[in-house]
């Protein structure tokens, strides 16, 4: 039975009297507690909270209403929002693209062949027969030695590169960081670098496994609507055309350029230089766009001795609406695990903090972001306009899509290896009794796909952790078929909804964890740093004057 929207209004304040109780123990927050606002945010009413529907305006109303209800302070100059300009840009490519130059011409078709979309803020965008340059994985990384744009001018050039880094697959375990995805093998790296370099267009070649995802992922990502932050120069900075070409429509180019066998083989070699394909493409983007604002939410706590320091709790609020109905008929996207779960825990870390006796001496920020689910906008949106200055942000804690199967006997850290933070959490993790593990599969870049992602971006050490998979109760088994059974079944589907069965004990067991880091650090005068090897050591120590 669906409750109304009230209803869950009335229960979620009960459920927050019941926590208060708790309000002084090392683990104030309770499975009750979480529920009562998954609850309310995962309500049907709120037609799956995506930006600039009724679902936004009721969802940042009830996490404003919240922080405000526990004494928080508006953390933008006393308000509870901060604005955030996008852009919706639906990208309608040709039907085909051709490649011309070779014995004869390759027509590539739109969906099954080829992707290819453009940010900047024109009705019509066009690659006339832009000459093909392979750039190998188009990575420029100092700190490997690496620059797959050394001595190249791709100026008015479309660059093909490669998914991932040169290390994956390579049974090399020095060459990057092996198996382990870093930043640079990341698709949004891969078009940040090639805007840098001024190429016209950048297309990614697609394999599943490197890639971590199909190519349905593939098409069903880059193609339609698409949501990007307002920007002055109306994107003219990025390529013109940013794309993907499926495994097998690349081999067709490269053959028509001679190039045969493993072509991330070819590319990986240190000798590898960049290698014009004397071939052209030609292809044209015709564009829709409309222009709107979001928001993110934000409180503080300010710091007792030290406020002019700040400790950020994340979470995005927002997921994808109303979409295509499933087996069921059911069609809004309410995305109770992701991200309700995350919102309801830094909400009940904001009522921790605010019911301590002692009040931190570091100022604590809580965030709740938009448009994560478009490419981590309120995120990037905050990181490129900090309300606080970041090299006084001496640490962001990111909570998204907690699990909801129970206590687990142990910890996950997405990207583990990253920064100090991790040690702080072992350390509340011993305690308990509890592991710590890494990625299940480091090579997908799961550091790199939520919000902590964007501050790491600009140097402050962030951490993003979650539920492990061995069940306290059940044990790893059935705690990988658990997190198996959300991934293939509900991730993004209309089934990920509330439940008053649904087990958010483990869900207040990582939030009473980040708890407790964060009060720690916000009872000391040190910064954690990046461990070495991070890719994001470097953009730290300049901003701290290092």
């Known amino acids: 039975m669906k409750l109304s929207y009230t209803c869950i209004l009335f229960l979620g304040t009960i459920f927050l009297f019941e926590a208060c109780k708790h309000a002084e123990s090392a683990n104030p927050i309770t499975g009750d507690e979480i529920k009562s606002h998954i609850a309310v945010l995962a309500d049907d009413s709120l037609q799956g909270r995506k930006p600039f529907t009724i679902g936004e305006t009721k969802a940042i109303a009830y996490i404003s209403s919240q922080f405000k209800k526990e004494g928080l302070e508006g953390g933008n100059n006393g308000s509870y929002f901060q604005e955030v300009p996008m852009v919706e840009v639906t990208s309608m490519p040709s039907a085909t693209m051709t490649i011309s130059g070779g014995k004869n011409s390759i027509s590539l078709n739109y969906l099954t062949d080829f992707v290819a979309s453009t940010r900047r803020e024109l009705d019509t965008v066009q690659l006339k027969n832009s000459p093909l340059v392979f750039a190998g994985y188009g990575i420029v990384a100092p700190e490997y030695h690496w620059n797959d744009y050394a001595g190249l001018d791709v100026k008015g050039k479309t660059v093909i590169v490669l998914v991932n880094d040169p290390g994956f697959k390579s049974g090399d375990r020095s060459l990057f960081k092996g198996d382990t995805m870093t930043y640079y093998g990341r698709w949004t790296y891969k078009y940040e670098e090639a805007a840098r370099q001024g190429a016209a267009g950048v297309i990614i070649v697609h394999q599943t ?10 098409a069903n990502s880059f193609t339609g609507a698409k949501l990007y932050l307002q920007q002055s120069d109306k ?40 290698l014009p394909l004397n071939l ?49 008929g059911d069609s809004i996207y309410n995305g109770a695990v992701d991200n309700a779960s995350g919102v309801a825990a830094v909400l ?10 002692d009040k931190p ?42 699990g909801d199967y129970g206590l687990t006997n142990d910890f996950s850290v997405t990207g583990k290896g990253q920064n100090d933070l991790e040690d702080y959490v072992e350390d509340f993790a011993k305690q308990d009794g509890k592991k710590v593990t890494g990625d299940k599969n480091p090579g997908a870049g799961g550091y790199y796909r939520s919000d902590h992602f964007n501050f790491a971006k600009v140097g402050v050490p962030a951490l993003d952790i979650n539920n492990g998979a061995e069940s306290t109760e059940h044990g790893e088994a059935w705690g990988k078929l658990k997190q198996k059974e959300y991934n293939e079944k509900h991730y993004h589907q209309p089934s990920d909804n ?44 300049k901003s701290m004057g290092k």
């Not at 928001?295 to 109303?322: C, F, M, Q, R």
């Not at 708890?515 to 050591?537: D, Q, R």
């Open 361 to 402: 001496k570091r100022t604590i920020v809580f965030l709740a972001v938009t448009g994560e689910e478009q490419g981590l906008l309120g995120s990037e949106y905050y990181a490129t306009h900090p309300i606080y200055p970041l090299n006084k942000t001496v640490a962001n804690l990111n909570m998204d899509a907690l």
């Open 348 to 357: 009940s870390e904001g009522r921790a903090f605010a019911q301590l006796k």
């Open 280 to 328: 052209n493409a030609t292809v044209t983007i015709h564009n829709k766009l409309k222009y709107s604002t979001s928001h993110n939410v934000i409180a503080v706590l300010k710091g007792s001795t030290n406020p002019g320091e700040y400790i950020l709790y994340t979470a995005h609020w927002d997921h994808l609406g109303v979409g295509k109905p499933d087996a069921a």
């Open 498 to 541: 509330y439940s008053a069965t649904m087990n958010a004990d483990g869900m207040a067991e990582v939030a009473n964890l980040l708890f407790n880091v964060g009060n720690k650090l916000a009872n000391e005068t040190t910064f954690p740093g990046w461990k070495n090897g991070s890719e994001f050591k470097a953009v730290r120590e």
């Open 209 to 218: 496994e490197p890639a971590s995802y199909g190519w349905s992922v593939v």
């Open 235 to 274: 994107h003219l900075s990025r390529c013109r055309l940013e794309g993907w070409l499926t495994e097998d429509a690349a081999k067709k180019v490269f053959s028509a350029a001679g190039i045969t066998g493993d072509i991330r083989a070819i590319a990986r070699n240190r000798s590898f230089k960049a």
